[in-house]
């Protein structure tokens, strides 16, 4: 209900302990304005008067010669009730989560059981940019829901020098009620992907996780034969000469 200006200014930084939470604005009025041009916004505020935002950022390009890998990274998880990773063992090699002839129905598996109100938090360290995306379900409750990106929350990863909280640093997944086997689902892609439309297609579709991913993204699925994991930590390679519209999915599973 707020009449907007539609006056574009420019977010350079933020600090959560200045005036309880604040972001600091570089104006284009010159340096009489504010605070040498700049001023702080509390994020309340910002969040009540800010009608747009964008985010630019920048992705390699997927021909560039000097990157050795397509995909390359790890993944951490984190019991946030006991602040412990989570223990995990990559599946044997006839059961791996493949593409076009797929015979397993996991990547990765949690080697200890979980129970309803655990929380977990992903660490990301991706070396290569990518539009990352994590879908949950599970093998009684199988109904697809997106649980990264977020509303307003960008798929790009391109910070090469940091790990990412995934759903984020104050926010975590959590085990449900429901009993059976949980799985979460990460996508990783060069372009961005639709993923709405992902999980509406995914949601038509019947049998296990794995099997509706096989059906849905069909040859844009990447082979596991092409993918170099490691075996007790979820560490991941993928060859450079690949399609560069090629998806790489990792399905995690917990029981």
Request: glycine share 8%.
């Amino acid at each position: 209900n707020h009449q907007h200006g539609k006056h574009a200014m420019c977010v350079i930084g933020y600090d959560d302990n200045q005036y309880g939470g604040a972001v600091e604005i570089q104006n284009s009025w010159g340096t009489n304005w504010g605070d040498s041009g700049r001023i702080w916004i509390r994020y309340d505020d910002f969040a009540r008067f800010t009608y747009q935002a964008y985010e630019i950022i920048k992705l390699s390009k997927s021909n560039d010669n000097n990157q050795e890998s397509l995909f390359e990274g790890a993944l951490r998880l984190v019991d946030i009730n006991t602040n412990n990773m989570v223990p995990v063992r990559v599946a044997e090699k006839t059961r791996n989560f493949t593409t076009k002839h797929s015979n397993g129905k996991y990547t990765y598996k949690s080697t200890k059981p979980y129970y309803s109100g655990t929380e977990i938090r992903m660490f990301l360290e991706s070396k290569t940019p990518a539009f990352v995306y994590i879908l949950g379900t599970g093998s009684n409750d199988t109904r697809i829901g997106t649980l990264f990106p977020g509303e307003g929350i960008s798929a790009a990863v391109n910070d090469k020098e940091h790990e990412i909280a995934l759903p984020g640093e104050y926010s975590s997944f959590v085990m449900d009620e429901t009993v059976g086997t949980d799985y979460l689902v990460v996508l990783f892609s060069k372009s961005k992907i639709d993923i709405s439309a992902l999980q509406s297609k995914l949601s038509q579709k019947t049998g296990h996780i794995a099997d509706k991913l096989k059906q849905v993204l069909r040859s844009k699925l990447i082979e596991s034969d092409d993918i170099s994991y490691e075996r007790e930590t979820i560490s991941f390679k993928v060859k450079q000469n690949l399609a560069s519209d090629d998806i790489m999915v990792m399905v995690l599973a917990f029981d």
